[in-house]
């Protein structure tokens, strides 16, 4: 249906671009986020999903491509919009109810003053990040589960995915990235992450050329860690010397050998051994 002539598309689009360039981005959009969800089993007909809107450019990304998947028929889910207002300073608490109101996107809005905590818990000088990210996956949590929803559904895409994978290789001494879908530790909710294999580039160019009013991430005055940031510029750059190197990296994460890494909890390499060999015959060296 995506690669028809049709120019049918979800309100959430309307006042789109009508070049050449902006409908292949859109399709590309939705193509690679329909891949995602089949690749790895996301949807299940009649399943709600708390899609989590923070007002990122990625968000809109992820609520856009859903959205128009459930109006063409190809995804069997119920779809609710969540934003959790956390109380940080200057947060325009209108604009996101005001956008879902128009585009007739059924959702939630929480309040739920998760800053003063962290600004009480977070020594001065560090980061509020890790906490701040932790409070609110427990809000969104209890959210899914009032609503009855069975997934909570996030923008993370695949540079913040490569991103994880190296800050685990090199500060967590682990080969563990963010996965596409888990169960969390409860047992009741999945997570997912439909724009795994979505390029962050895309969702930056598609959100600008929708104009949707981004809300930024840096309202408390705290930002990302420096390692994801030095993360960041190590694949910028490896990317500009080598266009695509992004791509081939991710790529390596979905052909993984265990045979061919040194995890013996993944590979059985005690029992490796050739044909034929002087253990197998029941012979000794020197018979």
């Known amino acids: 249906m995506l690669d028809s002539d049709h120019d049918d598309i979800h309100p959430l689009f309307n006042g789109a671009p009508s070049t050449t360039e902006f409908k292949k981005l859109r399709k590309r959009l939705i193509r690679d986020t329909r ?3 089949d690749r790895y089993g996301m949807a299940r007909k009649g399943d709600r999903w708390l899609v989590c809107l923070s007002g990122g450019k990625d968000s809109y990304t992820l609520l856009a491509a859903l959205t128009e998947l459930q109006w063409r028929g190809l995804l069997p889910v119920d779809i609710l919009a969540c934003n959790l207002d956390q109380g940080q300073p200057g947060f325009p608490a209108t604009v996101l109810p005001e956008f879902l109101e128009r585009m007739g996107v059924p959702h939630r809005i929480e309040y739920q003053d998760t800053y003063s905590i962290v600004v009480d818990k977070v ?8 906490l701040c990210s932790r409070l609110r996956r427990g809000n969104l949590y209890r959210i899914a589960r009032e609503e009855g929803c069975s997934a909570v559904v996030l923008g993370h895409h695949r540079d913040d995915i490569l991103e994880t994978f190296f800050l685990n290789l090199f500060h967590g001494g682990k080969l563990a990235t963010m996965p596409p879908k888990l ?22 160019t598609f959100s600008r050329a929708m104009n949707y009013p981004i809300i930024p991430c840096d309202l408390c005055g705290s930002q990302d860690g420096l390692q994801r940031q030095q993360i960041k510029g190590m694949l910028d750059e490896w990317e500009a010397r080598s266009p695509g190197r992004r791509g081939k990296m991710f790529s390596a994460l979905m052909s993984a050998r265990p045979s061919h890494l040194l995890d013996p909890e993944l590979f059985d390499f005690s029992t490796l051994f050739p044909r034929n060999t002087a253990a197998d015959t029941g012979s000794t060296e020197g018979d």
């Open 35 to 37: 891949e995602a969800i």
């Open 123 to 130: 020594p001065a000088g560090r980061t509020y990040c890790a």
């Open 183 to 204: 169960v969390n530790d409860e047992g009741d909710l999945m997570v997912l992450r439909p724009l795994a294999h979505v390029a962050e580039a895309d969702c930056e």
